[in-house]
């Protein structure tokens, strides 16, 4: 726009503040997501390599990772160029409404377990319990349910599970399905 109006210069600028911007948040998603990992190794639910710091006291086995995972970004832009974004966008999306899937269910099983003394010394109670998290649940199934009838997000019914296998495996395979578990629920 700005080269159109003859503003060369100003164009340069603009880019260079989105690029800017754009390895700015690079960073911050690296950072982020290796120190995540580093935390989840300290607790346990990650592989305990993870939790090895450099001599700089920072995760680098954790932010390589984290690069990696970024990479796949990368290699499917290089291949499939067109969809790259729509594929990742898809299996995010299915593995997001899992997540909800997955707290909604844990939720409703919390409140089930709990007695009435422990219900009436909730801090929050969620509202119309237990209809608005059978509700939610119910609005989920049904916008996977949808995501099969559109060419577009159909792809995600694909995606996501196969995406889920594979954190399935990583789990088995780094050994978390071994951890102690509690012998009360929700402590």
Same mark, same amino acid.
């Given at each position: 726009?700005?080269?159109?109006?003859?503003?060369?210069?100003?164009?340069? $600028? !603009?880019?260079?503040?989105? !690029?800017?911007? %754009?390895?700015?948040?690079?960073? @911050?998603?690296?950072?982020?997501?290796?120190?995540? #990992?580093?935390? #989840?190794? !300290?607790?346990?639910?990650a592989p305990a390599s993870f939790a090895h710091l450099s001599k700089y006291g920072v995760p680098a086995r954790a932010v390589v990772a984290t690069v990696a995972v970024c990479l796949t970004?990368?290699?499917?832009?290089?291949?499939?160029?067109?969809?790259? =974004?729509?594929? $990742?966008? %898809? %299996?995010?999306?299915?593995?997001?409404?899992?997540? /909800? $899937?997955? !707290?909604?269910?844990? &939720?409703? &099983?919390?409140?089930?377990?709990?007695? &009435?003394? &422990?219900? @009436?010394?909730?801090?929050?109670?969620?509202? /119309? /319990?237990?209809?608005?998290? /059978?509700?939610? #649940? @119910?609005?989920?199934? *049904?916008?996977?349910? *949808?995501?099969? =009838?559109?060419?577009?997000?159909?792809? %995600?019914?694909?995606?996501?599970?196969?995406? *889920?296998?594979?954190?399935?495996?990583?789990?088995?395979?780094?050994g978390l399905h071994r951890k102690t578990k509690s012998k009360t629920p929700f402590q």
């Amino acid at each position: 726009m700005f080269e159109r109006i003859g503003l060369r210069e100003a164009a340069g $600028i !603009i880019n260079f503040v989105v !690029i800017t911007a %754009a390895l700015s948040s690079c960073n @911050a998603g690296l950072f982020s997501g290796g120190r995540l #990992l580093y935390a #989840l190794s !300290i607790n346990g639910y990650a592989p305990a390599s993870f939790a090895h710091l450099s001599k700089y006291g920072v995760p680098a086995r954790a932010v390589v990772a984290t690069v990696a995972v970024c990479l796949t970004g990368v290699v499917l832009n290089y291949f499939v160029p067109d969809k790259a =974004f729509h594929y $990742i966008m %898809a %299996a995010v999306t299915f593995v997001g409404l899992m997540v /909800w $899937i997955a !707290i909604l269910l844990t &939720q409703i &099983q919390f409140r089930r377990s709990l007695t &009435q003394t &422990q219900v @009436a010394e909730l801090s929050y109670r969620a509202p /119309w /319990w237990p209809y608005s998290s /059978w509700f939610a #649940l @119910a609005f989920i199934v *049904l916008v996977v349910v *949808l995501m099969g =009838f559109h060419e577009d997000a159909r792809v %995600a019914l694909i995606l996501g599970p196969c995406l *889920l296998a594979i954190y399935l495996a990583m789990f088995y395979i780094a050994g978390l399905h071994r951890k102690t578990k509690s012998k009360t629920p929700f402590q």
